[in-house]
Nanobody, 122 residues
């Protein structure tokens, strides 16, 4: 099993920045791909960003590509999502996910965190 714990969410104003963290523990060698998804109230879960632990492959949702940066620190078994110039439409619960296949859909990810709330006020 792999356990994922997110942190770093909060209430900010439009234009502010936040950095989310996702700490992985357990059998992390089973995972090669880490991703961030989000789900806003009344909406479906949405892919945000992904990275391999090596950092060689990254991918982003188009609407966040110029504002968010995903990174991985192997020594800490932790990935980060640096979010700049936040907008009200970024408000959602952000989830960390781990798997072994690069995918923008949630199904291939075997492990999920509990989520962290990000609220952006206008």
């Amino acid at each position: 099993q792999v356990q994922l714990v997110e942190s770093g969410g909060g209430l900010v104003q439009a234009g502010d920045s936040l950095r989310l963290s996702c700490a992985a523990s357990g059998r992390t060698w089973r995972t090669t791909v880490m991703a961030w998804f989000r789900q806003a109230p009344g909406k479906e879960r949405e892919f945000v960003a992904q990275t391999t632990w090596s950092g060689e492959h990254t991918n982003y949702l188009d609407s966040v590509k110029d504002r968010f940066t995903v990174s991985a620190v192997n020594a800490k078994n932790t990935i980060y999502l640096q979010m700049n110039n936040l907008k009200p439409e970024d408000t959602a619960v952000y989830y960390c996910a781990a798997g072994s296949t690069l995918s923008v859909t949630g199904d291939p990810y075997s492990y999920w965190g509990q989520g962290t709330q990000v609220t952006v006020s206008s």
